[in-house]
């Protein structure tokens, strides 16, 4: 565990926490052995996972303003 940031609860189960340079995400679900399922994300699937998040954003709001004209009165 990195000493500049504490392990984070993000929601769903998730946390997440920085190991060896990398974000490691883990579920806790209440079962003995958990955390059952770990994955490591390096800095490069970082990035490519904040641009994915960033062009869903992008594209929902533009997902939203089609409806807004659509429905928009006259």
């Known amino acids: 565990m990195s000493d500049l ?6 929601g769903d189960s998730v946390y997440a926490e920085v190991e060896d340079g990398m974000v ?3 579920t806790h679900n209440g079962y003995p052995d958990d955390p059952r399922n770990v994955i490591f994300i390096e800095p490069s ?3 490519a996972l904040v641009q994915f998040y960033e062009d ?3 594209a929902a709001q533009r997902l939203r303003h089609a409806h807004d004209v659509e429905t928009a009165e006259p």
């Open 5 to 10: 940031i504490e392990k984070r609860y993000l």
């Open 45 to 47: 699937v970082m990035d």
């Open 24 to 26: 490691k995400l883990t």
């Open 56 to 58: 869903a954003k992008e």
